[in-house]
Structure formats: structure tokens, C-alpha cells
């Protein structure tokens, strides 16, 4: 069974930062590219970060280009994603997903707001 579990999210103030992370079981984590989803409040979901298998390749969203970070661990099964100078429209549901030409899997999302 594929699993993956987020964590990480929370409150925080505008200006700072917040490291997310999405553990990955039940699949063969370096044949997956990984990606990092956000769906604000009464808003549709969109692409934040993408990785790709081997990791040596990310795409952004305008919206965080310079600010958020995703990076992953092949030997532990994790993805991450660093976000900095976070701004209160970056608070939404954060999802990971793993994502191949055969499947497609979803975390079930953590919660991140930034407020004052």
C-alpha cells in the first residue's frame, strides 16, 4: 500500500520560513518524480515545485521562484520543501504527490498559514 505522509506545516509569521516534509512508502521511491501541490482557501489546486527522479532537475512556480526549495533523499524515502520569506497568500494545504507515466499518488496534506 502507497503512503504518503506529510508534516511539517504550521503557523508562522510573515517572513519566515517553514520546512515541509512528504515520507514516501509502499512504492519504489527513485522511480518517481516528486511534486509539491498547494490549494488555498475556496481555490483550486496548483503546482508548486516539481523534482525530478534523480533529482537533478526542478521546475517552480513564479509565485515562489527564490523562495521555496525542493530537494530529496532517494535512500530515505523523503521529499522536502524549504520554504522562505513566506508571505501570508502561501497559506494553503500543502499535498505531495508521486508521479510516473504508470501512477499517481497523493499525501493527504498539511495545513500551512502565515499570519500576523
Known amino acids: 500500500q502507497v503512503q504518503l505522509v506529510e508534516s511539517g506545516g504550521g503557523l508562522v509569521q510573515p517572513g519566515g520560513s517553514l520546512r515541509l516534509s512528504c515520507a514516501a512508502s509502499g512504492l519504489t521511491f527513485s522511480r518517481y518524480a516528486m511534486n509539491w501541490h498547494r490549494q488555498p482557501p475556496g481555490k483550486g489546486r496548483e503546482l508548486v515545485a516539481a523534482l525530478t527522479r534523480a533529482g537533478d532537475s526542478s521546475i517552480y512556480a513564479d509565485s515562489v521562484k527564490g523562495r521555496f526549495t525542493i530537494s530529496r533523499d532517494n535512500a530515505d524515502n523523503m521529499v522536502y520543501l524549504q520554504m522562505n520569506n513566506l508571505k501570508p497568500e502561501d497559506s494553503a494545504v500543502y499535498f505531495c504527490?508521486?508521479?510516473?507515466?504508470?501512477?499517481?499518488?497523493w499525501g493527504q496534506g498539511t495545513q500551512v498559514t502565515v499570519s500576523s
Open positions: 504527490q508521486a508521479v510516473n507515466v504508470q501512477d499517481n499518488y
